[in-house]
């Protein structure tokens, strides 16, 4: 008797385990069949890019750049919307809670996508809460200074910011932001502290440095080059390991006597986690058609933008990328005491 009721109690499960299986099939195919339908009406209606910085900055002109291309290539309007704050965690935050169905997506840099999970209580996971679509140029970064400051080139900065320690004002994007990091590493390089003024985004910051409201800006090349080709600002030196093209008469840091000096702002576009592949696909592949476009190149090139090799370009690449840059940066940024303010 107990053998006959062993072997129905197997039986049994045998079948419930057979209709669980099924039904997850069932829904895995449903998920899935869901997911290549959203993607081949995408776009149905207009996207929305978020610049997680003020409008005006190189995060917003590249977005703005880019977003004119996608419209025409996906048929669909682009919209641009600036949501600043915490250096960009506030915008970022959004996309991150937005519905993952490719109609929200996050722009950003190294400051909001890297620095900031080593910076903020963020209540999102920078790797897992976000999918990337596509890396995009980069930004070496110049050390500006409002046009009367009294150093004509780096090594004069330098030796005033040590007569002078913590006398200098520095704009930044907010704390952790490319501006900041930018600026700490240079403080501790000159060995002289500098007292550092957030914004809510570099173009506000510029406004202030043009005015002489504050001293000196580790800006991104693309947001300060139009500033110094008006001789509205002075250039002392690029953070990269060789010249812009757009400004060859800007000596790089290495050249200033500042050989520590090298760091770049590079870019990307991500999307909400679970956005279904065949969308990031579609919008993978209209970034990558804008970067190619002649008027897009030229229009970057003049802001000191370099676009990443073709090989780099791709979702996996980004995220292999982003993660690279978190396990460099993140220990460096904590040793350097950068905390939200």
Known sequence: MKAIFGMRANVLASIISSVSALATGILTASVLAQGTAAAQTYPARPITIIVPFAAGGPTDVLARVLGDHIR???GQPV???NVTGAGGSIGVGRVAAAAPDGYTISAGHFGTHVANGA???LKYDLERDLDP??????NPMLVVTRRDFPA???GELVAWLKVNPGKATAGTAGAGSGAHIGGAFLANLAGAPLQFVPYRGTAPA???????QIDLIVDQAANALPQVRQGSIKALAVTAAARLAAAPQIPTAVEAGLPGLQMELWNGLWVPHGTPSGIVVKLNGAVVKALADPAVRD?????????PPADQ???QALRAFQKSEIEKWWPIIKAAHITAE
């Open 72 to 74: 025409a290539d996906l």
């Open 152 to 154: 004509a080139n780096l």
């Open 313 to 315: 370009r791709s979702p």
């Open 299 to 307: 229009r970057l090139a003049t802001l000191g933008l370099e676009g």
């Open 206 to 212: 510029m406004q202030d440095l043009v005015s002489g």
């Open 79 to 81: 919209l641009i919307e």
């Open 119 to 121: 910076i903020y209580p």
């Open 133 to 138: 679509v596509a890396r995009l140029p980069s």
